[in-house]
């Protein structure tokens, strides 16, 4: 039962990964005061060209700059075609999901001549502590993790140090809540708009590569909804870092669970798709309750 | 700021749609010289194919159909300001409710069709619905219930479909087949085009009505534009969230019931994948407008069918059409105040010129 537990913890940590940095990135646009639902196409887009640059420059350096450039490059325009153009957020955003699974699809099957699972022969992501991972309790779901588990955690303190402790910071939530202000200063609210546009694209990449890298393989639509999942937990967080960590880590456990739950009690795998929806679901209904009750007292 | 929303003349209007369409044809040509083996073939087989060949511009029409249905469904919602992003779950369940419900036994045909097609828009609109009283109860953004709801309820049907309803004498998972005599007629042999046709220009026309004519299409509209308006105006929260968010899902259902009676005839796992967010992007180019949602949905089904069809021998994956479909529903909504200023520039400096 114990190594039951401490495996179903151990790999909720991991899972929460992709969540984390896919609702960090979110953060960064939705308090520059846009919904990102782009999140989803990023994040493939990063997943599929790290992949892909380290199976054919047999790097994984080299693969992940890609993912991190290619995905940049996505939300680069995605950015410039929503602000120069004035177009609709939500509509470029549905662009971008779509774009994704289109351009990821037709290279596939260009360059691999197949549509389904890409799979490679990549070494295992580094686990940096794994040396520490036989410590009792804490090793195995602390330690034993690939490094971008640990980057995900630097990157979210990296990222509520920017936004909550830097001008810049400052200025980028200035964006989404008192334009009128930034205008002022002689600041551009949309140059912010843009920038953290490009920011949520740089961290969906390293959300996607946490998703492929760890398989050796790009899987057609590798995100799974987690992307929507992030706008939830940002949702959830009440768009403060730890508390999007904290609703990260909860979903993620309960997908663990779940898995576990598939071997042990023989749940039709349908289910065990499902349950993260659910539990997002549900979370997103106790959430507006709280809020509720607690705009009554 | 006046030409951001719905000021736009119609003569600008029309000239974003042309240079939108100029612009996805050259993305498309430049896409297939850069991935089809045989240029020319391709061409020939994406742009006058699905034209020429009797099955395929059948299919083509007949794809159109759902499409302009679910696109229905959109413009309701989205013209009051309602996100309605659990089309895909909606569609599914109401195929294979119409399935089940053509399954319990009926003999006349016209009845059999009303019974499912009545059953497939229920538990469209109680799927849409369940977002609707969310957002008017709770505040929670429907944008996000209704995605998450589809994707449980997508989950749920591929279950229904792969375990309890799958016709085990069939090696792919699917259900059984509705009665082969309450089937729509086909009209275009041999392609799937059949008489869902006529019902979803029906269903377009009647939205327009609704849309313009009446009050609850009044009252949508108003809210969409100004909710705190909306509000002064004694329009009620539940005529302007819940009640779009019914019959955008009821004709979600519904239309995912056509797709049964139309094409199909039994619901196969991920049959209908894909065509809810399809009608968003056809409801987004029609700007909301029911009449507009005609072209749209044919201009969409013909991408489509181009790229089916260029598949066939080309070697190039029929997802072509995503890159270009993002391309068009970037065009047209973007393009909309830059390139109107841009043309009247360029018209008036000529004018000038004249001079």
Redesign the interface.
């Known amino acids: 039962m114990s190594s039951a537990f401490s495996a179903i913890l151990s790999n909720a940590v991991a899972g929460m990964t992709p969540l984390l940095l896919a609702a960090m990135g979110g953060l960064f646009t939705e308090l520059a005061g846009s919904?990102n639902?782009a999140l989803e196409g990023l994040m493939m887009t990063g997943a599929f060209a790290g992949i892909v640059a380290a199976h054919l420059s047999s790097s994984p350096a080299i693969g992940v700059l890609t993912g991190l450039a290619a995905t940049a490059l996505v939300a680069w325009v995605y950015g410039i075609?929503?602000i120069?153009?004035?177009?609709?957020i939500?509509?470029?955003g549905?662009?971008?999901n779509?774009?994704a699974?289109?351009?990821t699809?037709?290279l596939?099957?260009?360059f691999f001549k197949t549509?389904s699972v890409l799979a490679f022969s990549l070494a295992e992501p580094a686990r940096p502590f794994a040396r520490l991972a036989a410590l009792p309790i804490v090793g195995p779901m602390l330690f034993g993790h690939t490094w971008f588990v640990y980057l995900a955690w630097i990157l979210t303190f990296a990222g509520w140090v920017i936004l909550f402790k830097s001008t810049y910071g400052m200025r980028l939530r200035a964006t989404g809540s008192n334009p009128k202000a930034l205008i002022i200063l002689g600041k551009n609210p949309e140059t912010y708009v843009a920038q953290s546009i490009v920011i949520s694209g740089l961290y969906c990449a390293l959300a996607g590569m946490s998703l492929s890298f760890p398989l050796s393989a790009f899987v057609p639509n590798i995100s799974a909804?987690r992307g929507?999942v992030a706008?939830?937990a940002i949702?959830l967080g009440a768009k403060k870092p730890a508390a999007i960590a904290a609703a990260c880590f909860v979903f993620a456990l309960a997908e663990s669970y779940s898995n576990f739950a598939q071997g042990s009690l023989k749940i039709?795998s349908?289910?065990i798709?499902?349950i993260?929806?659910?539990v997002?679901?549900l979370a997103?209904?106790s959430g507006?309750?709280a809020?509720?009750l607690s705009d009554r007292k | 700021m006046s030409i951001?929303k719905q000021g736009m003349n119609t003569r600008e209007g029309f000239k974003i749609i042309i240079f939108t369409l100029t612009v996805s044809v050259l993305l498309t040509l430049v896409?297939l010289g850069a991935?089809a083996s045989s240029f020319p073939d391709a061409v020939t087989a994406f742009f006058v194919r699905p034209l020429t060949n009797r099955y395929f511009f059948g299919n083509l029409l007949a794809a159109a159909i759902p499409l302009m249905i679910a696109g229905l469904g959109i413009a309701f919602a989205f013209s009051s300001s309602n996100?309605n992003l659990g089309g895909e779950g909606q569609i599914y369940a109401g195929a294979l409710a119409a399935v089940l419900a053509a399954r319990t036994g009926g003999t006349n045909p016209l009845a059999i069709q009303m019974l499912a097609l009545l059953a497939a828009s229920i538990i469209g609109a109680v799927l849409g619905g369940i977002s609707g009283l969310?957002k008017r109860n709770?505040?929670?953004?429907e944008?996000?219930?209704s995605?998450?709801?589809s994707?449980?309820t997508v989950?749920?049907v591929?279950?229904l479909i792969?375990?309890p309803l799958r016709d085990t004498s069939s090696n792919f998972m699917t259900t059984a087949a509705i009665p082969a005599n309450s089937a729509f007629l086909k009209i275009y042999p041999p392609s799937n085009l059949s008489t869902a046709l006529f019902l979803a220009l029906a269903a377009v026309i009647t939205g327009k009505f609704i849309m313009d004519r009446t009050r609850i299409g009044f009252e949508l509209k108003i809210a969409g534009a100004n909710r705190e308006f909306a509000q002064y105006a004694g329009i009620g929260a539940s005529a302007s969230t819940i009640l779009p968010m019914v019959l955008s899902g009821a004709l979600h259902g519904f239309s995912g019931g056509i797709l049964i009676f139309g094409t199909y005839f039994k619901a196969m796992r991920g049959f209908s994948a894909g065509i809810g967010?399809s009608a968003?992007?056809v409801s987004?180019i029609a700007k909301n407008n029911p009449l507009g949602l005609i072209p749209a949905a044919f201009f969409y089904a013909y991408l489509e069918a181009g790229s089916k069809s260029v598949m066939l021998g080309a070697?190039?994956?029929s997802?072509?059409?995503?890159?270009i479909?993002?391309?068009v529903?970037?065009l047209i909504?973007?393009?909309?105040?830059?390139l109107a200023r841009l043309v009247s520039n360029r018209n008036q400096h000529k004018k000038e010129g004249k001079r």
């Open positions: 919904l639902i075609i929503t120069g153009l004035k177009a609709n939500f509509i470029t549905l662009a971008v779509i774009f699974a289109g351009l699809a037709v596939s099957q260009q549509k909804g929507w706008l939830v949702y039709p349908e289910f798709l499902a993260p929806y659910i997002t679901l997103l209904i507006a309750l809020r509720r | 951001d896409l991935f996100f969310l709770l505040r929670v953004d944008l996000l219930s995605f998450l709801i994707g449980i989950y749920s591929d279950f792969a375990g967010w968003i992007a987004l070697n190039i994956s997802e072509i059409v995503l890159i479909q993002s391309a529903l970037i909504t973007a393009t909309r105040v830059p």
